[in-house]
Every structure is written in C-alpha cells, then in structure tokens.
C-alpha cells in the first residue's frame, strides 16, 4: 500500500489536496454535497495508485515517442502518449511532456464516473482538466510568468466549448523548457493534449544561437531528465522589441498550425511583458497582439 500519498482538505473546506512526490494536485467539486464527497473519495483512491504506476513504465514515458513504438500498459501512461503522438513525427517529444495533464484528467475522471457533479476541476501545478455540466462555465486566468503572480488577462470557458484543458510552459515553469517563452498557455479539448502543446510552443519561441540566452544540457540539471543532453533555457537577457517580435512571431506560427491540425483551441504566448494571443473560443475570436502594442486585443 502507498505510504507516501498525502491526502487533506485545505482550510477553506472546499478543495482537495493531494500530495505523491512531484505529483501535487489542487480538486474541487461542485454540486450535493454526498456528490462531492463521492467524488473526493475516488478522486484519493485513484490516486494513491498512479506514481507507482507511471514508475512501473518510467523507461518507455523518458524515451522520445515514435509510432511505431508499442504502447504502454497504464491508464494514465496511455493519456499522455497519445497526447504527444501527434508530434512524434517531426519533434522531439517524450510521453513526459503530457505527464502533468494526463494525471489531472485521470484523477477527474475517476470522480465524474463516481459522482454526479455540476462542474470540478484538478489542477496539477497550473495544468487543469475541467468537468463542465451543461449551462457551467470556468474562468481561466493566464500569467505572463509562471515564476510570479503576474495575471495578464482571463477567458471564460462555456460547457458549450469543447475546451477541457489548459496547461501552461515556458522557461520560467516548472519544467524544462527548449525555448525562451516566460509563459504559453493553450487550451485545447483535454488536460494532456493541451500540455503537450504548450510545451511544443513554448520549444518554438527562441533566438537559436543569441549570446543573450544561457542554456545548459538537461542532464547537468537533472541527470535522470527525458531531455537528456539537449540544451534547456536556464535565463534569457534582455532582448529589443525586434527580437522579442521575432521569438514571438516563430511560436505563433507554430501555435496557427496547431490550430488548424485541431490540436488546439486557442494559445496565448508571452516573453518579456509582450504578448500574442490566437485562436477560436466559442464567439470570441482571439488575435496575435503586435509586439508594441500591449496586452491581449479581441476582435
């Protein structure tokens, strides 16, 4: 049995924390409140079993995906590798790079099958699955830097988007990043795919070869990364409005044909307090903010 799982209510006796190693998860549910105590109770069961599992598989989830690579046995294992499938052919891309969305919409899953729920979201370190019943909405906050609170601008997501995920990368995150972006956030239809993408965006807002930018082989930093010794963006001086455009420019690119391919609903990308949104959100039409001109622009 897992001795390791921390399990508790926060003081504001409405969320759920769950704590395994670096899986750390913010739960909340909506709705009677036996349906949220169910729902709590799954969401705990569920959990206590999915380190292990994805440790279990952990040589395949570090190994760069392919497609003619066989699948792994886990349930959560499988979300994440066909969250980054659609990349294999042209990136780099490992079965980690969805590891956090895959584990927030494994462990909503457990609680919408276990109880009836008028909305609920997990939340692993900022990427978050989404459970919407029809007439619910959610507020997604997106941040400039990952590392401060720095809240640039919201977007209401409605039960009748097909939107169910967000996740958000960059240098300044948590995780290691190819490229300079402070910050892309992505929605898109699920918790993995929406964390797969960003990390794809993210890798594409770069100066490949600036003096300005410090990087360092992954395995330096963390010998057992899935990076390797590729080199990971550990600090990005300061850039003129010019290169700045040209970053941004390189990831919006990336981020339109995400769109179009359908493997994303909408991306907001930022470096250096400039920001550039795109993508379609249910009548919100959301477009690429030139680079002096400050803050997200609606049309």
Known sequence: MNQRAQIRMLPDGRRLHLNDGPIDLIVEAFGA???VEAAYRAASARFVTVLDELCSELSYLRRACSADAAWPQGAVARRMTAAVMPYAAEYFITP???VAGAVAEEIL???VDAAELSSAYVNDGGDI??????GE??????VERPDRPSLLGTTTVHAAHPVRGIATSGWRGRSFSLGIADAVTVLADRAAAA????TIIANAVDLPGHPAIVRVPARELAPDSDLGDRPVTQAVGELTVEEVNQALE???LTAERLLKMGLIRSAALSLQGETRVVG???ESRMIATPVRERGLVHA
């Open 129 to 134: 699955s989404l459970h919407l019943a029809t």
């Open 195 to 198: 964390d797969a993408a960003a």
């Open 137 to 142: 909405k959610f507020v997604v906050g997106m």
């Open 96 to 98: 980690m790079a969805a």
């Open 33 to 35: 409140l036996r349906e």
């Open 109 to 111: 899953a457990a609680m």
């Open 280 to 282: 379609l959100l249910g």
């Open 250 to 252: 390189a990831g919006t």
